[in-house]
């Protein structure tokens, strides 16, 4: 029920107001508006618009100046204007809006209580809608992070954020797709694991996010080489003709309550393992993938740090998948150090296209990471048998059958008329003492990259110039960062001159890869 | 560290917006922005705007409107533009801001640690300079929500809320305050505990908060008689005179961090008893009380539902308080039925002054309820001997000096030339079935006075005819509903009409009066 300050036939007219407030709607209501005794809508109150059998949610503020609102208007910023899709000058009633009615689903989490699949679908379709916000879904993200959801409620949430929105249908038995859980800087296998299977003959209609808190997302580095902004219908086209596409997946309506919570977790910095399954499994499901692999770095500054961890989050995948009736399989990966050596987006493009191309000087951990995933998703397919996928990989890539196929994908989705180049300002970070590279801090370097510019600048970021196990003398380059402004260039400086994110130490120190593979 | 986008000489031009955003800070930038590329600054990011020195935390909102902003300007909405406190057209920079340094302490809570007072200090210091957002200040609440702290944090917190503002000193040995934790409508008993025992002489400077969910505060209803909105100056001047006054607490800084929170806290309408504990003493505290009362009321509608659940919310008031150096004594009270008759300021006001005035008809439950109260208070006075304090507080009202206190306290405050009269429209809700009344629903009681319009329409609320043990015939009024306008008046019918909040039963239902007093 709404407790609604509304007279019965008083009515505002519509008005665009042209500020941009990002994912959060917001009404503008003038102070000594006509009809409405504003100050019975306490400021941030949230209001439901009503016009036409249409309503939309929106935070209000209260305006001062009739040059933004007049007393007989409501305005509404860009994304509310938009979503309420009326014409300016439409007469809108407005009232004051109760909570989301799932909210007391929340308040039952924050006190421990278990939430049932029906709790679910309540707050993702309230949030969809625009009713929860930003502090409601901190709210729920919060509760129900860490040790909050046992895995039956992962389960629930999953299914619960697949249904939020559309759901794609390939008609076809093998929809094959990749995911990192992420940490990793550099590590662009995607861009070699799409086309490698595409070749093969396989699906993979790749939809991929840009960087919120990395150096390069996988959109991000694709963009340095073509467009990778297409409309549904461009990429069903491409997905027809080449098997696969390297898209950003911002424009679909594929799982958006998940969208929404991430446009909140992220700056918050929390991510729980429970949120991450059902994130990353309700995005594949509606997507239309059969066939999954989830690749989980392990090492000192990855995401997750021990095997034991990797292990209960291989367990966690598993369960939800098989329930949501994906075929999924888990690979346990090293996450030591930076995968490849270029960091940020086009140092990450230029690696890819060097190991496509076979180029000698190809970084060899990213090549012989991706033929491993490459390889496994190439045994999902019936009839290729256990064990032969990753020679195969191998053969499509020495071949260069992969790198025609990535140059077909490229044509299609639009190649770039001006390639972004490597930014121009640069400095080496060099080796305090002489000895063995024993460890390098992923988070520290990631944080390099992002301060000289990466992702907005594409040509800012870090070029490892070492590695783990590599030898160094003493004042030897380490890394080089490059910026395309002078700002940023200062910024990384005052960074790396407090640490260089590297440790030198002896030979004995490096740790063993311990991972499958 | 921040990370900055500015370039060193790029200046922008200051604009106030006249745009009330409340307790968030808000900035406009003009999507065609100058000098800043405005992309960079990801819609909703926080940015810090800096000049002579001064700076302030905003979120970012971008502009396509040059009536708004044009690109050489910066806006800030109108509590931005106060808080940074330069004028139009002086220049200022902006630069990205990273979150608050202290979500780090934030992120260990959500993962179980537990938090040291000098995390505590960096996250209240954090809230008061605006850097933490709603969603930040939600990650917080709910992580440190129900079991969250223990009680060493607990004090941690407190402490650190009190030092987040100013602190008074009456510079006497017995600054006395009571505080109810709420929940029970009609409980107006601040504004008898007050006069009686400023009556006998002690220092009683009261500051109470205005109704945000309840259907009437302290503040709101002493402004029907007088003003309630002073200035500090003022305030002090009252108090030295009349030894006590009943002002709203909204203007003073006194433990700022816990407003903040409040406001957050409230539309999520999470409660914790820790958050409540360092929320109540914090603000005491630095109000310069020595010596506290609190009351718990118990009962099946009230916040707090059984004696076991109030004994340890006793003992965590009590290990605060010691702690922090306050005398503070808990009384746990009834809180099975509204106090008093009236709901809403208008019907509280005239019961407070038929108590003061020893009308026949006043309320006796209030009478009785509030001279316990002021009874307890009155022996903090190390003069007066223990069990004393009831019939020295019952001879002040009885003898008519607490009512010329109250006048006196009204005189000092400023009267209202027009006083509100209670609402006109009006109706009444009758009883189904002959019987006793055994139960009345605290939270159901409230809702039907907030829908008729309190506290904004301060005659709106709702005026209780029966009691608990009440025999009614059929169709006999239980109580009726006061509005001033017709929409209210129609949105209280629909609830009544699916409820009354009461039930009618047999004498032996109604449940005993368990509680100390």
Redesign the interface.
Known sequence: ?E??????NELLQLRR????????NVA?MH?DCEFY?V??F???TKVVVRANGQHIYAVL?????E??VQPCELGL??QAFAQLGLNEGERVRVAQAE?PSS?DAV?RK???ERLTLADFQGITQDIVRNRY???????F???S???GLDREEILHLTQAMTESGERLDWHEPLVVDKHCIGGIPGNRTTMLVVPIVAAHGMLMAKTSSRAITSPAGTADTMEVLCKVDLTPDQLHRIVRKERACLAWGGTARLAPADDILIS?ER????DSSGQMVASILSKKLAAGSTHLLIDIPVGPSAKVRHMREALQLRKLFEYVGDRMGIHLEVIITDGAQPVGNGIGPVLEARDVMAVLRNDPDAPSDLRQKALRLAGRILEFDPDVRGGYGYTIARDILDSGRALKKMEAIIAAQGPQEEAPIIGALNYEVCAERAGVVVQIDNYHVAKVA??AGAP?DKGAGVDLLKKLGDVVAQGEPLYRVHAE????YN?AR??TDSASGYRIGEAHEVSKTYMEF
């Open positions: 029920m407790k609604i300050a509304e007279m019965s107001v042209a500020i941009d407030t990002y994912k959060e503008y102070r005794r100050e019975g306490q400021a941030l503020n209260v305006v001062d100046d040059a933004i910023s860009e909570p909210m308040r924050i006190t421990g916000s930003k502090m409601e879904m901190a709210a993200l919060v509760a992070g860490q040790t909140v700056p918050l910095g929390i992002r301060l907005i402004y002078t700002s940023d910024f005052a960074l």
